[in-house]
C-alpha cells in the first residue's frame, strides 16, 4: 500500500511533463495601457486562462488556418485577425501574435507609441487645477477621448489599411507600365508578366474585399459595434448604480477611470448611453472609407486590364483577319494555276487529233483565254468572299 501511495505522484508528475514538452507555445507580446512590454512564449491554453476566451475564437488567430479577416466582439475581449495582425484586445492590454515578425514591429512600436495616456492626463490634472473654470472642458474632452481598446483597434485599422493601400500602390506601379508595352508590342514576355500581374491583383482585391466586408458588417449592426465597448461593460460590471466605488483596475487605465467616475458623477448608466456606439461608428466609418479608396484603386486596374485585353483581342482579330484574307488569296491563286495545268495536261496528251496539225496559232489563243478564265475566276472568288465579310474591302 505505502509503494502504491509512493508510485502514484511520480506518474502524474510524469504525464504532467509529458504534457509540457508536447504543448506548442507561440510568441506573443502584451502591451499594457503604459505602454510597457513583455514577450510571452506559451501555448493557447494559457492564452485561454489569460484572456477568458473560448478555443473557437482562438482558432481565428492560428495562421495555419485560412480564417478571413475577422473582428469579434466578445464579453471581455475583441478577437481581432486583420491579414498578419492578430491580436486579442482586452480593456487593459493588447495579445499581438509573432511580434517577431517583419510586419508586425512596425504595429508593436506604435501600439507602445499611442497607448499611453499618462502624460496627457496628468497635464491635464494641473491644467485643471490653476484653472477651475476649464472643469467643464475637461468633461467633454474625456467624453471625446477613446477607450483603451478603441485606441489599439485604430492602430491595428491604420496599420492594415495602410498596409493594402501600400501594395495597391505597388501594384499599380507594376502594371499600368506593363500594360502600356502590351498593348505597343504583343510578344510572350509581355503576356506572362502581365498574367502575373493580374493572378496578383485578384489575389490582393480578394484581401481588401474581405476587410471591408467585415468593416461593413460591423457597420450595420450596432449591437455588434456595442459589444466592441470593453471599457463601459467593464465599467457596468465593476461599479454599480448603488456603489461609486473606484475598482482596483482604476489606475491601469486612466480612459475607464475616467469613464467610470462620468458615470459616478451621473448616479446611473442609461440604456441610452449603453446604445450608444457614436465614436466607434465614426472610427469604423473612417477606416472603411480608406479601405473602400482602395478597393476602388484596384477596381480601376482591373477595369484598365480589362480594357487592354478588349484592345489586345482586337488587334489578334484583325491579324487573323489578315491571315484569313492572304489565305484566301493563296488558294484562289493556287485555283488558277491548277487551271492553266489542266488545259496544259489536256494538250499534252499524247493522242493524234487534226487540229494539232498546221494549226500553231492555237497555242496563243489557248493561252489568252486560260488566262482570261483564271481571273475571272479569281475577281469572283475575292468578291464573294467580300460580299461574305470575310476579308475587307
Request: proline share 4%; hydrophobic share 40%.
Amino acid at each position: 500500500m505505502a509503494r502504491e501511495a509512493y508510485l502514484v505522484p511520480v506518474v502524474e508528475a510524469q504525464v504532467a511533463t509529458l504534457k509540457k514538452k508536447t504543448a506548442v507555445t507561440t510568441s506573443w507580446i502584451s502591451i499594457d495601457a503604459k505602454g510597457q512590454s513583455v514577450i510571452l512564449d506559451v501555448d493557447k491554453y494559457a492564452i485561454i486562462r489569460r484572456v477568458q476566451v473560448h478555443a473557437r475564437d482562438l482558432r481565428i488567430l492560428d495562421p495555419m488556418l485560412s480564417y478571413p479577416s475577422t473582428i469579434l466582439g466578445r464579453e471581455k475581449v475583441i478577437v481581432l485577425n486583420l491579414e498578419h495582425i492578430k491580436a486579442i484586445i482586452t480593456a487593459e492590454e493588447v495579445l499581438l501574435r509573432d511580434p517577431y515578425d517583419d510586419n508586425v514591429i512596425p504595429i508593436v512600436a506604435e501600439l507602445k507609441r499611442r497607448l499611453p495616456q499618462d502624460n496627457l492626463t496628468c497635464q491635464d490634472q494641473g491644467e485643471e487645477e490653476e484653472h477651475p473654470s476649464a472643469r467643464n472642458d475637461m468633461d467633454t474632452k474625456e467624453e471625446n477621448e477613446f477607450p483603451f481598446e478603441f485606441r489599439a483597434l485604430e492602430v491595428a485599422l491604420e496599420a492594415i489599411c495602410s498596409f493594402l493601400d501600400a501594395r495597391t500602390r505597388e501594384l499599380e506601379i507594376d502594371a499600368y507600365p506593363a500594360l502600356d508595352e502590351l498593348t505597343s508590342k504583343i510578344s510572350s514576355r509581355n503576356l506572362d508578366r502581365v498574367r502575373k500581374l493580374k493572378s496578383a491583383m485578384t489575389r490582393l482585391t480578394n484581401r481588401v474585399q474581405k476587410v471591408r466586408d467585415e468593416l461593413e458588417q460591423l457597420l450595420d449592426d450596432d449591437d455588434d459595434m456595442a459589444d466592441l465597448y470593453l471599457s463601459r461593460k467593464l465599467a457596468g460590471a465593476c461599479s454599480p448604480v448603488s456603489s461609486f466605488s473606484v475598482p482596483s483596475w482604476y489606475p491601469t487605465s486612466p480612459t475607464i477611470g475616467s469613464k467610470i467616475s462620468r458615470t459616478s458623477r451621473a448616479s446611473a448608466v442609461t440604456v441610452e448611453e449603453d446604445n450608444d456606439v457614436e465614436e466607434l461608428e465614426m472610427l469604423l466609418e473612417a477606416y472603411f472609407m480608406q479601405i473602400d479608396s482602395t478597393l476602388n484603386k484596384l477596381t480601376t486596374l482591373r477595369e484598365y486590364i480589362d480594357d487592354t485585353e478588349d484592345y489586345i483581342n482586337i488587334q489578334l482579330d484583325n491579324h487573323r483577319n489578315q491571315l484569313i484574307q492572304l489565305e484566301l488569296f493563296v488558294s484562289s491563286g493556287t485555283v488558277c494555276l491548277s487551271i492553266y495545268s489542266l488545259v496544259a495536261a489536256i494538250f499534252g496528251m499524247n493522242i493524234p487529233y487534226t487540229w494539232k496539225e498546221g494549226h500553231g496559232y492555237m497555242f496563243k489563243w489557248v493561252v489568252i483565254l486560260t488566262g482570261l478564265l483564271c481571273t475571272s475566276t479569281f475577281t469572283s472568288i475575292v468578291s464573294y468572299a467580300r460580299h461574305k465579310g470575310l476579308i475587307g474591302s
